[in-house]
């Protein structure tokens, strides 16, 4: 059918997990997870499917998954050796199109509508990628594919780990439709629970709203919304977008407000967002936190620098300087995050600096 674009996103299943399971034996068949020291502040970066079935998850303190899974293994992150499998990654992608939109290091959008290969079926390009990825690098992946970037999405999450699942242009209204709202890709927790208030529990329910109406209680997004609740979606794959910001959020399995804590928790964050940044060989200028409050309520504080934000730079007092103008510590936090923006390409230079996640007291 003419216009009819084939889409596939690939994510890798359980990635740093599954790499340190491949390169360490001993750790096969055994809940491990990729993080802090459990025994101070560490949090999850990810883990396997062995400790999943605990309850464990990313974004998750240490300590919290220690007391879920007591036998379970922890292990300090080795983003040198992830970002290498990355690249290999992205290299098979470019066997098959240039078209792909990488989203981390672990998953990405691949648009293959005009591709010649396996008589253009996204299907067998799919498994013939997944075959590729397992072959260079020993790692499963999984594969969604469909007519538009949010349904290849979702449709990656159904079969994993070393899954498939395909949503073809007939299926999407109704595949849509039977939804659980809080499946759909870009609703979080605080709003599926606001979608619950209105009423809207699948994307049959959220079908029913006007578009004045999620505009109303969504601001922008609620054109989104609209068109996803109708299996729409224009997003092209954009293999050179420029990237204006980046960030990373966390929202708390419970309310803290712990001073403390909070600080610890941005900390990570700014970590992770200045690797990130790193990934994309990009620099940035300007730090900016958000915190929402116990109440829903939110606010951003922000400073921008003359020179790039780096690993040389005390990461707590950062953000400590910035905690100092919000009510965190004395009024309960349910989700903080990190941006960091005024984005420049990296120097040359400075290519091989990289940031780890977690610090050498973790």
């Given at each position: 059918m003419?216009?009819?674009?084939?889409?596939?996103?690939?994510?890798?299943d359980?990635?740093?997990a599954?790499?340190?399971?491949?390169?360490?034996?001993?750790?096969?068949?055994?809940p491990?997870?990729?993080?802090?020291?459990?025994?101070?502040?560490?949090?999850v970066?990810?883990?396997?499917?062995?400790?999943r079935?605990?309850?464990?998850?990313?974004?998750?303190?240490?300590?919290?998954?220690?007391?879920?899974?007591?036998?379970?293994?922890?292990v300090?992150?080795?983003?040198?050796?992830?970002?290498?499998?990355?690249?290999?990654?992205r290299?098979?992608?470019?066997?098959?199109?240039?078209?792909?939109?990488?989203?981390?290091?672990?998953?990405?959008?691949?648009?293959?509508?005009?591709?010649?290969?396996?008589?253009?079926?996204?299907?067998?390009?799919?498994?013939?990628?997944?075959?590729?990825?397992?072959e260079?690098?020993?790692?499963?992946?999984?594969?969604?594919?469909?007519?538009?970037?949010?349904?290849?999405?979702?449709?990656s999450?159904?079969?994993?780990?070393?899954?498939?699942?395909?949503?073809?242009?007939?299926?999407?209204?109704?595949?849509?439709?039977?939804?659980?709202?809080?499946?759909?890709?870009?609703?979080?927790?605080?709003?599926?629970?606001k979608?619950?208030?209105?009423?809207?529990?699948t994307?049959?329910?959220?079908?029913?709203?006007?578009?004045?109406?999620?505009?109303?209680?969504?601001?922008k997004?609620?054109?989104?919304?609209y068109?996803?609740?109708r299996?729409?979606?224009?997003?092209?794959?954009?293999?050179?977008?420029?990237?204006?910001?980046?960030?990373?959020?966390?929202?708390?399995?419970?309310?803290?407000d712990?001073?403390?804590?909070?600080l610890t928790?941005?900390?990570?964050?700014?970590?992770?967002?200045?690797?990130?940044v790193?990934?994309?060989?990009?620099?940035?200028?300007?730090?900016?936190?958000?915190?929402?409050?116990?109440?829903?309520?939110?606010?951003?504080?922000?400073?921008?620098?003359?020179?790039?934000?780096?690993?040389?730079?005390?990461?707590?007092?950062?953000?400590?300087n910035?905690?100092?103008?919000t009510?965190?510590?004395?009024?309960?936090?349910?989700?903080?995050?990190?941006?960091?923006?005024?984005?420049k390409?990296?120097?040359s230079?400075?290519?091989?600096?990289q940031?780890?996640?977690?610090n050498?007291?973790?």
């Open positions: 003419a216009g009819i674009k084939k889409i596939i996103h690939v994510d890798m359980a990635f740093f599954a790499i340190e399971q491949r390169d360490f034996p001993e750790y096969r068949d055994k491990l997870i990729v993080g802090g020291n459990p025994y101070s502040r560490g949090v970066a990810t883990c396997n499917y062995e400790a079935q605990y309850g464990i998850h990313s974004a998750m303190s240490c300590a919290k998954a220690l007391q879920l899974c007591p036998r379970a293994l922890f300090k992150p080795r983003f040198e050796v992830y970002r290498s499998v990355s690249n290999t990654i290299t098979i992608f470019a066997e098959f199109t240039g078209l792909f939109e990488p989203l981390s290091l672990d998953e990405a959008y691949l648009d293959v509508t005009d591709s010649a290969d396996y008589q253009g079926s996204a299907t067998r390009i799919a498994l013939a990628i997944k075959a590729r990825i397992k260079e690098t020993g790692l499963t992946a999984s594969a969604g594919i469909s007519y538009n970037k949010f349904l290849a999405k979702i449709a999450d159904i079969n994993k780990p070393d899954g498939m699942f395909v949503i073809r242009p007939e299926q999407g209204p109704a595949f849509v439709e039977q939804l659980p709202i809080g499946k759909f890709h870009g609703i979080g927790k605080a709003t599926e629970k979608m619950h208030q209105l009423g809207v529990y994307g049959k329910d959220l079908r029913k709203l006007s578009l004045t109406t999620l505009q109303q209680h969504f601001g997004t609620g054109a989104y919304y068109d996803i609740a299996a729409i979606d224009h997003r092209s794959v954009r293999c050179d977008r420029i990237t204006k910001s980046i960030g990373v959020e966390i929202t708390l399995s419970e309310d803290i712990d001073g403390d804590e909070i928790r941005l900390t990570v964050l700014l970590e992770k967002a200045q690797t990130k790193t990934d994309k060989n990009l620099q940035a200028c300007t730090l900016t936190i958000k915190v929402k409050y116990f109440d829903f309520k939110q606010i951003t504080r922000s400073r921008t620098f003359q020179e790039a934000i780096s690993k040389k730079m005390d990461s707590t007092a950062l953000i400590k910035l905690l100092k103008s009510d965190a510590g004395t009024k309960k936090v349910r989700l903080l995050g990190v941006t960091l923006s005024s984005l390409d990296l120097e230079e400075s290519l091989a600096e940031i780890d996640l977690f050498s007291d973790n």
